[in-house]
């Protein structure tokens, strides 16, 4: 049966970071936060003065594998309703001044290779067991069997337990949670880890805007 979107089952936050890729590209991934205990969530710029330290701290930390030439120059934080929309006409966001990422320079992918982080929540199955975001440009060099070391893996999971701590920490009424707006079944559960392979993966959205030059 395939997918039908419907209504989230609840409002929650929005999280959303990303900027620029060499060529003109651009790049960006998202993050949902949960209410919890029993307090209903709304929109306040100190959340996303914290929420932005935080987003800095893990593109910038060397153990997160992106390159320099990736650049953060957006951070938003913004309430969602249960339509998917933002509650408020402001837009909460702020606009970093380019930060580049933490990793080797030298070992820069091209702009389309990705590393997927996937977050787990205790459950394997079911609407919103898992969710995923997309880092961009990662550095650690790949091996002949086209697998990157497993202790660079370790090293992307461990930063991300940091940046997930550190985002739980910004409010005490809202976690990093998954959330399935499936028609009919809406879900969120709450992410309780993440799981960091060692093969790359391709978002071919990123490379849409550099020339070919062919030859």
Not at 72 to 95: I, M, P, R
Not at 142 to 171: C, P
Request: hydrophobic share 35%; net charge positive.
């Amino acid at each position: 049966m395939s997918y039908t979107p419907g209504p989230f089952d609840s409002a929650h936050f929005y999280l959303q970071w990303g900027g620029k890729l060499p060529g003109g590209e651009s790049w960006s991934c998202g993050l949902r936060m949960a209410a919890t205990g029993g307090v209903t969530p709304a929109n306040d710029p100190s959340l996303l003065t914290a929420t932005t330290a935080a987003v800095q701290a893990y593109h910038a930390a060397p153990a997160t594998g992106i390159s320099p030439r990736a650049k953060l120059s957006f951070v938003k934080f913004n309430l969602v309703g249960t339509d998917g929309h933002y509650v408020e006409s402001v837009t909460y966001g702020t606009t970093p001044a380019d930060i580049g990422g933490g990793g080797t320079d030298g070992n820069t992918m091209p702009n389309q290779i990705t590393n997927v982080v996937s977050l787990t929540t205790g459950y394997s199955r079911g609407p919103a067991h898992r969710g995923r975001f997309y880092l961009p440009l990662p550095t650690y060099g790949i091996d002949t069997a086209n697998q990157y070391a497993a202790a660079n893996a370790i090293q992307v999971s461990n930063s991300t337990d940091t940046f997930i701590a550190a985002l739980n920490a910004v409010s005490a009424n809202s976690d990093v949670a998954v959330f399935s707006r499936k028609l009919g079944a809406p879900a969120h559960r709450l992410v309780t880890g993440n799981l960091v392979g060692r093969v790359y993966d391709t978002q071919r959205r990123r490379r849409r805007a550099v020339a070919e030059l062919y030859q």
